[in-house]
């Protein structure tokens, strides 16, 4: 649908179905083409990376929930995250690829819930342009290696290009 300029509407002007079509129903389809739906992201291992030498691995089970949702240019991502396995040279972050395609528009922050290595605390993300990045609370703190012992767990917002 395209856009049409809203009329200025008179005193004493009888409304009309055709009316109403064209300048509200028209318009806010071609504002919102559909309703937005949350979007499950199939399981997939390359999704789930780390930074340096350090590996982070998952299988299917592990990803209880991934799933995502766009309105206009904001997009909303829910992830929990379970009996993950984080191996190799210890390092600063767990990273999650952007669904869907797309790709952040500038940089967001924000606060998740962890398990590192069975400890629970809260910890950051930080989006880039095609990942999640999860870190625990202090500056500099590595994740810890374990086996089937961390968890994320987060409500992540940000713009998209």
């Not at 789930?48 to 350090?54: D, I, K, L, P």
Request: hydrophobic share 45%; net charge neutral.
């Amino acid at each position: 649908m395209a856009w049409t300029t809203p009329r200025t509407w008179v005193a004493g002007e009888v409304v009309t179905a055709a009316n109403l079509n064209t300048h509200l129903r028209d318009n806010m389809l071609a504002v919102y083409p559909s309703t937005p739906t949350w979007t499950a992201v199939t399981f997939a291992a390359g999704n789930f990376t780390a930074s340096g030498s350090q590996t982070w691995t998952l299988v299917a089970g592990d990803q209880s929930l991934f799933k995502y949702l766009v309105i206009g240019k904001t997009m909303h991502v829910h992830l929990v995250l379970t009996t993950t396995t984080v191996g190799g040279t210890p390092s600063k972050e767990l990273r999650v690829a952007i669904p869907g395609g797309a790709t952040a528009s500038g940089a967001s922050r924000g606060v998740a819930w962890h398990t590192n290595n069975g400890t629970e605390g809260c910890g950051g993300f930080v989006v880039s342009a095609t990942f999640i990045s999860f870190f625990l609370p202090h500056s500099g703190t590595d994740w810890a290696a374990s086996t089937d012992n961390t968890a994320i767990y987060a409500s992540v917002m940000f713009e998209i290009a």
